[in-house]
């Protein structure tokens, strides 16, 4: 089927705002795609700083200073960290590692905060020798642990879970009970709560439903305070209205928290995926195409499954054929990786030129989160670098990882 003409005006939501058609070429950041794709080789990241930048600024905007962490395991570099600090986030981290990144960029340590449902020993210890600002405790075993070995006076919320998210159940009782026994840690200090009721939500009601939630929780914690509430992440960058949102749930917390009668915390988020999820393309070269009698290609890609993991991103990933201008007609695609791998889809259904041919390049879109933090060595393939481009400068932030990196961790016959 022959759908119709190349379109020449970019899909909204799903491309990096500074993404621009011009000189048959793909440019983000005011930077050619097919020019640094030549440069860096493919598959590449491509990040857009100024996307993630204005992201901050809108959740800062929304939510005021000191009430938006980024949560790092979206996309976490010294480079992207240091955007974050800068523009004024705090950041979540679920890992030693994810501190360790973090303060290489300059990330204040009084602003990170370590999540997690299980935290290793290193996790904590990392977290305790950088005096991180705040720890999640998300079980009775984590305030055990926390008790004998936090240095005091260490700032603690408690996760709450519920509708199948790991921690604390509220409805048994075990977070009341949670509650009681951290306050009674002299060297702990419980300072709110922390929840997570999942990723990609693209409307108001479920945070909603979960404050009215948290307030009736609040309401039965009598005689402790409950200074901040953290309602997470999860946004769909696509259908959130920042301002919008943060209103509701403002206006939302204070009815809930006034008809418990207990005083109303201050209300955090901390978002990943709609920070950078939609700054991010991944370029890659085409390698094979092949068309079914009724017109539909298969295209295989220079990358696929070890670059391209994320399926909860997966409805914003559009495939648009770059560094040349097609006026074949627009015909149905699948994009595929190099991978011998029925999971190796790239973009499942996507409209390209018909006469798209091995050498092309394609740029996917909204590849920001949870690609290149999920990336793995499947099939031996190493890891493409990713760069981050702005103000019409390309700038690595990871190297391309290398057949003899893999090599040095093989201990050998
Ligand atoms: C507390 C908290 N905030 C935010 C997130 C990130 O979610 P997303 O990337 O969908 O915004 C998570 C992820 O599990 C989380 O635990």
Redesign the pocket.
């Known amino acids: 089927m022959t759908l119709q003409s190349l379109p020449t005006r970019l899909e909204s939501g799903v491309w990096p705002p500074s993404a621009r058609w011009m000189s048959a070429d793909l440019r983000v950041g005011d930077v050619g795609l097919a020019e640094v794709a030549e440069t860096y080789g493919t598959p590449l990241y491509v990040l857009d700083e100024a996307a993630v930048r204005d992201r901050c600024r809108a959740y800062l905007a929304a939510f005021g200073a000191g009430n938006v962490?980024y949560?790092g395991?979206?996309l976490l570099t010294a480079g992207v960290a240091n955007w974050i600090a800068a523009e004024g986030l705090g950041l979540?981290a679920?890992s030693a590692g994810e501190i360790r990144v973090a303060l290489a960029g300059g990330t204040n340590p009084a602003r990170i905060?370590l999540?997690g449902s299980a935290k290793t020993p290193e996790d904590l210890n990392t977290a305790y020798g950088a005096r991180v600002g705040t720890i999640?405790a998300e079980s009775m075993s984590d305030i055990t642990r926390l008790a004998a070995t936090a240095p005091r006076g260490q700032r603690v919320l408690l996760?709450v879970g519920g509708d199948g998210t790991a921690g604390l159940a509220a409805g048994t009782g075990e977070l009341a009970a949670a509650v009681s026994r951290l306050a009674g840690q002299p060297g702990l200090r419980f300072a709110g709560l922390?929840?997570?009721i999942?990723?990609?939500?693209g409307h108001f009601r479920r945070y909603e439903q979960e404050i009215r939630r948290l307030a009736d929780l609040c309401g039965r914690l009598r005689g402790v305070a409950v200074e901040q509430l953290?309602l997470?992440?999860?946004?769909s960058d696509h259908d959130f209205a920042l301002d919008a949102f943060a209103d509701r749930m403002r206006t939302t917390l204070r009815c809930a928290f006034a008809q418990h009668d207990v005083p109303i915390p201050r209300l955090t988020?901390?978002?990943?995926?709609?920070?950078v999820?939609r700054a991010g393309v991944t370029l890659y070269r085409v390698l094979t195409v092949t068309t079914s009698p009724d017109g539909h290609l298969t295209v295989t890609t220079d990358g696929g499954l070890t670059d391209c993991p994320a399926v909860?991103c997966a409805d914003r990933h559009r495939a648009m054929l770059i560094a040349r201008r097609s006026v074949a007609p627009v015909v149905p695609a699948t994009v595929l990786g190099r991978h011998n791998d029925p999971a190796d889809v790239v973009v499942p259904a996507a409209d390209l030129p018909a006469d798209v041919h091995p050498g092309d390049l394609l740029a996917i879109s909204a590849t920001g989160?949870?690609h290149h933090a999920r990336a793995s060595n499947y099939h031996l393939v190493p890891r493409p670098p990713l760069l981050a481009v702005a103000g019409g400068r390309a700038r690595l932030l990871i190297r391309r990882e290398t057949q003899h990196d893999l090599l040095s961790r093989d201990c050998g016959r």
């Open positions: 962490a949560t395991k979206a979540y679920g905060v999540y999640v996760r922390d929840c997570s999942g990723h990609d939500i953290n997470g992440g999860g946004h988020v901390s978002p990943g995926r709609a920070v999820g909860e989160a949870y």
